[in-house]
């Protein structure tokens, strides 16, 4: 069955880069496109971004632009997701979801999350 | 950006109740492209309906979803205990945004 596993719990301090990981298995990685969402404290679900694992496209989020990097590894069918110059508002847990289709649409499956944290 | 708006932000009801969620666009989406997500604490999300009306595989039939120009709403006919949790929509036909989302809680 399809699964999305995620890397672990990560602490960082603030202006530092944090980078998640999210291996996939059980389909045909590059027939679909994985999105990153996150979520911090006791709020609401918000997308960051879309990359195709076919060809590498990416569609970022407005408000992360220049700060997010989404990559994939097709050798390892391994999505990842790198934000650099880290605030106390990038908090949050971070999910991987592949799409439903290869381009940038809603979410069938998604991986178990990555709590990252900034602090001092 | 197509910003959604979800309300109420809270529903208290019972077991075995009707609950109608609300999620209303800026403006339009296009094809109706908006699907429904159900999120339980500590969980990730997962899809109920997608294309506004349309129940992703093994969703039960009490879900049901529907649209009327800006407006979309999910109907839950009668409430089973696993379906407290925070409803969230999303539209996917101009990049993606989500709503606020809606918890339903047992009153």
């Known amino acids: 069955q399809v699964q999305l596993v995620q890397s672990g719990a990560e602490v960082k301090k603030p202006g530092a880069s944090v980078k998640v990981s999210c291996q996939a298995s059980?389909?045909?990685?590059?027939?679909?496109?994985i999105n990153w969402v996150r979520q911090a404290p006791g709020q609401g679900l918000e997308w960051m971004g879309w990359i195709s694992a076919k060809n590498g496209n990416t569609n970022y989020a407005e408000m992360l632009q220049g700060r997010v990097t989404m990559t994939t590894d097709t050798a390892t069918s391994t999505a990842h997701m790198e934000l650099r110059s880290l605030t106390s508002d990038d908090t949050a847990v971070y999910y991987c979801?592949?799409?439903?289709?290869?381009?940038?649409?809603?979410?069938?499956?998604w991986g178990q999350g990555t709590r990252v944290t900034v602090s001092s | 950006e197509i910003v959604l708006t979800q309300s109420p932000g809270t529903l208290s009801l019972s077991p075995g109740e009707r609950a109608t969620l609300s999620c209303r666009a800026s403006?339009?989406?296009?094809?109706?492209?908006l699907v429904w997500y159900q999120q339980k604490p500590g969980q990730a999300p997962s899809l109920l309906i997608y294309?506004?009306?349309s129940r992703a595989a093994g969703i039960p039939d009490r879900f049901s979803g529907s649209a009327s120009g800006t407006d979309f709403t999910l109907t839950i006919s009668r409430l089973e205990p696993e379906d407290f949790a925070v409803y969230y929509c999303q539209q996917y036909g101009t990049s993606l945004t989500f709503g606020g989302g809606t918890k339903v809680e047992i009153k």
């Open positions: 059980g389909y045909t990685f590059t027939s679909f496109g």
């Open positions: 979801a592949r799409t439903a289709v290869a381009g940038p649409t809603f979410m069938t499956w």
């Open positions: 403006q339009s989406v296009r094809n109706n492209y």
């Open positions: 294309g506004a009306s």
